[in-house]
């Protein structure tokens, strides 16, 4: 018997998150770039300022926020996780269930680099996704009109 994303994710209204993801930039966040949330004691030339969409099985508007451009992907995972009161139980689920970062396009950000490795800009998108629901994003005939999908 094949497994499939709704057997994993039942919850998951992928053609809803897939309109809200496909707004990209243009989405409604709950707040400005200029009001942009994170840890203060972030050193102004370390910030990065993004814009974070939410996992599809939350109900968080999109928010923007500011990042140590010199922290480990993980470290921005916990971060946004936090910030966006996202469970975040990377260390007791399975890998598809597990919350990883990803960029407009779809790429997934390896937990082992930071954010400047990941060549992450000012004012970037990122997606706080769990793998599975992003690959089946991916996989869908309509996965290539997301805005965090690769076509």
């Known amino acids: 018997m094949d497994i499939t994303q709704a057997d994993i994710f ?11 993801l496909s707004l990209g930039g243009n ?3 709950k707040n400005t770039r200029t ?3 994170g840890n203060e004691s972030i050193p102004q030339e370390n ?4 814009g974070v969409h939410f996992p599809s099985d939350s109900k968080q ?9 010199n ?3 993980g470290k921005a995972i916990d971060e946004v996780a936090k910030r966006g009161k996202i469970q975040n139980d990377n260390n007791r689920v399975p890998d598809e269930q597990k919350l990883r970062l990803f960029t407009q396009t779809g790429m997934e950000m390896p937990t082992s680099m930071t954010l400047a490795e990941c060549h992450v800009n ?6 706080l996704e769990r793998s599975g629901v992003m690959a089946a ?3 869908s005939a309509e996965g290539s009109k997301s805005g965090c999908v690769i076509a």
């Open 10 to 20: 039942p919850d998951i209204d992928l053609e809803a998150f897939r309109k809200k």
């Open 137 to 139: 994003l991916a996989a």
């Open 71 to 73: 922290w480990m992907v």
């Open 35 to 37: 009001t942009a949330v």
């Open 27 to 29: 989405a409604q966040f």
């Open 122 to 127: 000012q004012r970037d998108i990122l997606c």
């Open 47 to 50: 910030r990065l300022t993004v």
């Open 61 to 69: 508007q999109s928010l923007w926020m500011f990042l140590d451009r």
